[in-house]
RNA sequence: CGGGGAGUGGCGCAGUCUGGUAGCGCACACGGCUGGGGGCCGUGUGGUCGCAGGUUCAAAUCCUGUCUCCCCGACCA
């Protein structure tokens, strides 16, 4: 992993935060450029976060009953087609294919923009009775959408993610697993990604295309403090049950339609992982999910003493990973101690074991954390133990600067002036009181770029009134600049 | 699609205005000294300047055409 990095600290103020972005990206080898113009190459160090993510994530599926499977990535024009809202919100940008080898096809495919439209036909060849509901099945795949300004993990024309579609008999049952689901995606960002975010309900206009309702998890970034759609949740209602015909008998005898929910996260989850905790020397993975939790760094000078480290670095190795620690020895003879540093606090490593001839003098080694710099000498006995909780404190420290970042950059708002000045500042979040009228949201949208980001769900009974009539309302809704 | 910028060894750039046969840093190879925060010295390898055409004794440099990428905007879970 060559790295060029080496003339100053990558920079982290505002006006250069959308460079520094772009830089990490490509200085930490998490992601790089490809020929293909919107595509991404997902390099190992950027995968491995990812297959950490994704097996953290599975698992608390799979709690809830969730089985994988896999679906075509084609799907047929007039499948697509079927649920009117969902064809016209992708419309735009979806990649078609007009050609098999020679020929012209019949019928063109789409190459999948979410499966919705190749899922809900099928689910309707599985159902018969009440019976067999519900149906609980998520994919991990790619997904193409053709997007006219790219930006790497935030808005690639290919994104790997993961897509939930599940069918069930009743409206209530669907509301609920769509709320469960984004209270999955919230376990999972606080205690696996150490990053909070405001869970809520889009408006209509912001809603996903053929839902019923969309739930989302917003998170602040850093810089300009614009929000990130973290994941969705959609309940679907009957919409796609009755386009494409997923009937059932009821115990009632009844035939009736099902209901359905569906609910993603993208690999624009590592976007906010970069964006929110990380600092002018690169990255901070998030200890539980970083591909390198530990990495120990020998110093040496002479044959001997390389002797003696390498071997105390072996010893620790075991150690960690006995203890189930990710661990990387970094016993590369090219690069100087002061080097190596750099390098792996760029990676984001949340510790730094150092063992140098001194420490196995004395029988110890250095820890260094990542997040703010402390070192601690700790003997060799029952260094596993103080990593692993290094690693909680540092998960903990995370969570906290982030939470604390954004409650500073969140204000409620009573006036439209107001409201336009902290939009124009980037100043973060704000709330505001709001009746539900789309002409006001659009107002806000056209003037300010500035979108509604979500109904807050939670600790949002409040009584206010509207920023624009006046009348009062119940709630407040958060609005943001987003990516 | 509109506005701006850029294409020169693997990467990042200078050279273009004022034509004379390509240079710097990093990386890479070898040798040596070094090594607890991106260490140093020496010796080397590697490009014909996005592509096509034109002007000229001579083109990275001037002219015409063309392709690509990046940034800003519009658009967009």
Redesign the pocket.
């Given at each position: 992993m060559?790295?060029?990095?080496?003339d100053e600290?990558v920079d982290v103020d505002d006006d250069q935060f959308?460079q520094w972005y772009?830089d990490v990206i490509k200085r930490s080898g998490m992601m790089d450029?490809s020929p293909v113009?919107?595509c991404r190459v997902f390099k190992p160090y950027g995968y491995g976060l990812w297959e950490n993510m994704q097996r953290r994530l599975d698992d608390r599926f799979k709690e809830t009953g969730v089985e994988n499977a896999y679906f075509p990535l084609f799907i047929p024009e007039s499948m697509l087609a079927k649920e009117a809202e969902h064809i016209e919100?992708f419309a735009?940008?979806v990649a078609w294919v007009t050609m098999g080898g020679n020929r012209q096809l019949e019928e063109r495919l789409a190459i999948r923009p979410?499966s919705e439209s190749i899922i809900c036909p099928i689910f309707a060849e599985w159902v018969q009775s009440y019976r067999d509901l519900p149906i609980l099945i998520n994919q991990w795949c790619s997904v193409v959408?053709w997007?006219?300004?790219?930006?790497s993990f935030l808005?690639t024309r290919e994104?790997l993610?993961q897509e939930g579609h599940t069918a069930h008999a009743t409206a209530d049952e669907a509301e609920e697993r769509a709320l469960q689901m984004i209270d999955v995606y919230n376990d999972f960002y606080i205690n696996e990604l150490a990053i909070p975010s405001v869970m809520g309900r889009?408006s209509d206009s912001?809603r996903?295309?053929g839902a019923l309702r969309?739930y989302?998890l917003e998170a602040m970034m850093r810089g300009k403090k614009w929000a990130l759609?973290s994941?969705?949740s959609h309940n679907l209602g009957d919409h796609f049950g009755k386009s494409f015909n997923i009937q059932f008998l009821a115990p009632s005898g009844e035939r009736e339609f099902a209901w359905n929910t569906s609910w993603?996260?993208?690999w624009?989850a590592i976007g906010a992982i970069i964006m929110i905790h990380g600092d002018q020397?690169?990255l901070q993975m998030p200890p539980r999910v970083a591909p390198v939790q530990a990495v120990v760094v020998p110093?040496?000078?002479t044959d001997e003493a390389k002797t003696q480290v390498f071997e105390a670095s072996g010893q620790i190795e075991r150690a960690l990973k006995a203890a189930g620690v990710r661990v990387k020895v970094d016993r590369d003879?090219?690069?100087?101690?002061?080097?190596?540093?750099?390098?792996w606090?760029?990676k984001g490593v949340p510790v730094?074991i150092?063992?140098?001839?001194?420490?196995?003098a004395a029988g110890q080694?250095?820890l260094?954390r990542r997040d703010n710099?402390t070192?601690e000498a700790v003997p060799l006995d029952g260094l596993a133990g103080r990593v692993q909780a290094l690693l909680d404190d540092i998960h903990t420290a995370l969570f906290e600067r982030a939470l604390d970042f954004q409650r500073e950059n969140s204000a409620i708002v009573r006036t439209y002036d107001a409201l336009k000045e902290r939009i124009a500042a980037n100043a973060g979040f704000s709330y505001i009181f709001w009746d539900g009228d789309p002409a006001t949201e659009e107002k806000i949208k056209q003037e300010t770029?500035a979108t509604i980001r979500c109904i807050p769900l939670h600790e949002n009974e409040e009584e206010g009134p509207d920023l624009f009539t006046g009348k009062p309302v119940r709630g407040r809704v958060l609005i943001d600049r987003?990516y």
């Open positions: 060559a790295s060029n990095f080496i600290p959308d772009v450029n113009a919107g919100g735009p940008e979410s959408r997007e006219e300004r790219p930006r808005r994104f993610w889009k912001e996903f295309a969309t989302t759609q994941c969705t993603g996260l993208s624009r020397s690169g110093i040496w000078r003879a090219e690069h100087t101690p002061g080097w190596k540093f750099n390098e606090e760029l730094r150092e063992v140098g001839p001194r420490d196995v080694a250095v260094a710099r070192k770029k987003a």
